[in-house]
């Protein structure tokens, strides 16, 4: 993300939805990853004018943390990107269509009842939703939408369904559930097969269901989460050199 050689400081990022090694400050995102700024100064400057929304509200904290899943939107020249893992475990900031940018994807964290019998959830991002459908579950997906501010769909945590990790030695990569291992007195394990029927397992906690059977409800970055071996990557450089 940063330069190697580029200086010793990074800014840290504000308190907000996103844990601490888990975010990317917006400062960043907009000198480093778009490069339309070229200097920190000029990010609060752009940031000033109020042009840059997350999820659906406007930022000017330099520093404010961006986090998986979070869509990012500039008005001014309509783009729109969100914030994803890729399989190197870097963030990509993957651009992404107007009618995509209407919603996002939350993890259920919590299903509880709160005071005078009031039942509310809260989601991987910081946002707690009261009176939500009683089918949602803690690790179920939500859709939420981001104009009306309502859950408008949600996908449960079952075998079959197609999940992108957020954690571990495998994040970033994408695959379908094929079955959960339930451990007494410690985090179950769940196992994921990819595309290419490599399979792999992980942490419950890792594990962030993005779609119903195989069809993911976003679109995903450049791969499709597909981790491929080191003579995979030989073999495919090859093959686009040559075709060049």
């Known amino acids: ?35 339309y700024a070229l200097t920190y100064a000029e990010t609060t400057k752009i940031l000033a004018q109020r042009l840059i929304k997350v999820d659906g509200k406007v930022r000017t904290d330099r520093k404010y943390p961006t986090g998986s899943m979070d869509v990012i939107t500039i008005e001014k020249n309509g783009e729109h990107f969100r914030i994803l893992y890729d399989v190197k475990k870097r963030f990509a900031v993957h651009r992404i269509r107007p009618e995509e940018a209407r919603y996002k994807l939350c993890r259920v964290k919590k299903v509880m009842v ?23 579950k803690c690790n179920d997906t939500i859709q939420f939408d981001l104009i009306k501010h309502s859950i408008i769909g949600h996908v449960k945590f079952e075998p079959g369904n197609v ?10 990569r994408v ?24 399979e792999y397992c992980t942490l419950l906690k890792n594990v962030f269901v993005i779609g119903k059977g ?31």
């Open 114 to 136: 709160g005071p005078g019998n009031v039942p509310y959830l809260v989601t991987h991002d910081g946002r707690t939703i009261r009176y939500p459908d009683p089918l949602i």
């Open 163 to 172: 999940c992108t990790i957020t954690g571990g030695a495998n994040l970033g």
């Open 1 to 35: 993300m940063l330069d190697k050689m580029g200086g010793n400081f990074a800014p840290r990022p504000s308190c907000g939805p996103h844990r601490l090694r888990e975010c990317l400050p917006l400062s960043i995102f907009l000198r480093n990853r778009l490069q």
């Open 214 to 244: 195989n069809k993911p409800w976003i679109s995903l970055p450049k791969g499709k989460g597909l981790k491929l071996t080191i003579s995979e990557e030989r073999d495919k450089r090859l093959t686009d050199k040559s075709k060049a």
């Open 175 to 198: 695959g379908i559930i094929t079955h959960r291992d339930r451990i007494d007195g410690a985090s179950d394990l769940i196992h994921v097969k990819d595309v290419n029927n490599h």
